[in-house]
């Protein structure tokens, strides 16, 4: 795949494993006034529509039968790195699927065969994609991201998972040098040569590390700026 090739976010930094963690929205679904079946934005907070961001779906559930299922599906499809870094140019959400039945107000948005199931909606409110039973890879949703992703934004999903997998290997070899570092401040030894040359060396990983996360955002904000249609 041109991001890179996947892996789980388990095997990074702490720092770059909170940068890969979804944060799921759990907005109210208005389901009684301007009521569009075809346009699943008109359900959420007007926000949502303003923020012109395609949506990520998550219909979760409560069933034991499925319990072993969704924990598959939260490490090896939310956790996969293409997954995670795209999303961050997505609106996550998640919503109790046990609650959606086919006469929901927006089932042909939300409905499926199967649950645990993600949905990718485009800025228009319409559904790009349903993934359940065995569709529900990490691969088959981030080409239904990319799909979505590419209505909208001029830069290729991919090359912002890309960019954003090397700025956090950047970020992993910098805390691996301060953990190094902070071992051999242990060590010192009371010399206060050698802890002058030990601050120093730490003062310049954290600007380094500063200037590595402010990259990161920068990257987002211009592709969040960078759109094929103008935010309103």
Do not use: C
């Amino acid at each position: 795949m041109g991001g890179g090739a996947a892996r789980s976010g388990a095997s990074r930094s702490v720092t770059s494993q909170q940068r890969l963690t979804i944060t799921w929205e759990a907005p109210k679904l208005d389901l009684y006034q301007n009521i569009d079946p075809d346009d699943f934005l008109s359900a959420l907070p007007a926000d949502y529509r303003k923020s012109e961001k395609p949506l990520l779906v998550y219909l979760s559930t409560d069933s034991a039968e499925s319990e072993k299922q969704t924990a598959q599906i939260e490490k090896a499809v939310f956790g996969d790195e293409n997954v995670a870094l795209g999303a961050r140019v997505f609106r996550p959400i998640r919503l109790r699927g046990d609650k959606i039945s086919k006469e929901h107000a927006h089932w042909r948005t939300l409905g499926g065969k199967n649950l645990p199931r993600v949905i990718v909606v485009d800025t228009a409110g319409q559904k790009v994609g349903t993934l359940d039973g065995r569709d529900l890879g990490a691969s088959n949703l981030f080409k239904q991201m990319k799909k979505a992703a590419a209505k909208t934004y001029k830069t290729d999903l991919e090359k912002v998972v890309k960019e954003s997998r090397s700025l956090l290997d950047q970020m992993d070899q910098i805390t691996q040098k301060q953990d190094l570092l902070a071992q051999k401040k242990k060590n010192v030894g009371g010399s206060a040569a050698k802890e002058k040359e030990l601050a120093a060396e730490e003062a310049s990983l954290l600007q380094q590390m500063k200037d590595a996360q402010a990259r990161e955002a920068e990257l987002l904000k211009k592709v969040d700026g960078d759109r094929k249609v103008t935010k309103g």
